[in-house]
């Protein structure tokens, strides 16, 4: 009776020592499993996440694709760390030497594949649109400067021209040019808040926005790093003296796609194009550029002086005179005898 329940006993630990080393063995291969490099080409692949993507069919489509070859252990280790829920969506790069568990650690921290696109001082909304449109991961539902969205996004400003900032953005593919452009909007407010900030006294502005406006004429009149101040100058001074600002820049700028880059007598006579600082006084109605925080900068520290009047050289930059026999010299010099390469700024895009 002893002997047969001993005998019970030893089976019962043999059974058990089976079992765990069963066990033991599983594990280990689960764990070597889990932590086997996926099978990805040596130049790695793209994972897109698409909104409403679970990490089953994730998992699902890169098992079809033959990088994850055990999923179920990608569900069951999510599911036991409350993760399965947690992905986000967007691009991923997987390279070579990923492991499962690195990979939902990277679905789970949303380290997506980052581009970037740059909008550069002095264009206009139009041309910010089309050079978003340019790009392949950014998705494109703004219909124009006038779209209604982004009309409710400058509200209470009217127009949308000039209320967003020329910088280099960073994005994830499924962003829109609307998400770009919110922050892009954002980053104006915040600058023009700063430089109104720091603004020198008895500036001839009521408002920020003003500042703004004379920002971006200061934007299309030069890119001459070393000249904004100077032309800020001249035109502040111009308008404390009651002086019209009389610059091309707005003139261009009203007359829209109708400008062939001939600019004409009848266009500086016209008084029905309300940016015409030829024949109306002050501020054009709205900016006629996105300016850059250079020029932010210099429309609220203009450089002090007794300059007047500026006039393109051909180059790129300008000569600046106090008086207007001065100015008029300088006139005969550089616009009545222009050279074949001339032009008023540097080239814009």
Not at 94 to 100: I, R, V
Not at 316 to 342: I, M, P
């Amino acid at each position: 009776m002893v002997a047969a329940v001993s005998r019970g006993w030893r089976w019962l630990l043999l059974s058990a020592a089976i079992l765990a080393l069963v066990a033991a063995l599983a594990v280990r291969e689960a764990w070597q499993r889990w932590q086997a490099p996926l099978l990805l080409p040596e130049s790695g692949i793209l994972l897109t996440v698409y909104p409403g993507d679970s990490l089953r069919s994730v998992a699902e489509r890169l098992e079809m694709q033959g990088v994850l070859q055990h999923p179920e252990l990608l569900l069951l280790w999510a599911r036991y760390h409350k993760q399965d829920v947690s992905i986000r969506r967007g691009e991923y790069d997987l390279q070579p030497g990923l492991t499962a568990e690195s990979l939902l650690a990277m679905l789970v921290s949303g380290r997506v594949v980052q581009y970037q696109v740059t909008l550069p001082e002095g264009i206009v909304v139009a041309q910010a649109l089309a050079i978003l449109r340019e790009e392949p991961a950014l998705t494109s539902v703004l219909s124009g400067p006038e779209d209604a969205r982004l009309l409710t996004l400058v509200a209470p400003f009217e127009a949308t021209e000039g209320l967003f900032l020329p910088e280099t953005y960073r994005f994830e593919r499924g962003d829109t040019d609307l998400d770009l452009l919110q922050r892009a909007h954002r980053a104006l407010l915040a600058a023009l808040e700063q430089e109104w900030a720091g603004r020198a006294p008895e500036l001839p502005y009521a408002t920020p926005y003003e500042a703004l406006i004379m920002a971006s004429i200061i934007e299309r009149e030069t890119g001459v790093v070393e000249e904004r101040e100077e032309i800020a100058g001249v035109f502040v001074r111009r308008l404390q003296r009651g002086m019209r600002l009389q610059t091309d820049p707005t003139i261009i700028y009203g007359l829209g796609e109708s400008f062939d880059g001939n600019l004409r007598r009848s266009h500086l006579r016209d008084a029905g194009n309300l940016f015409n600082t030829y024949r109306h006084d002050g501020l054009p109605p709205t900016p006629i550029a996105l300016p850059g925080r250079a020029a932010l900068r210099a429309a609220l520290q203009p450089a002090a002086g007794e300059t007047l009047f500026f006039v393109a050289r051909g180059d790129g930059s300008h000569e600046f005179n106090t008086t207007l026999e001065g100015h008029e010299r300088a006139v005969r010099k550089y616009q009545l005898q222009r050279r074949k390469d001339y032009r008023s700024s540097p080239e814009k895009p």
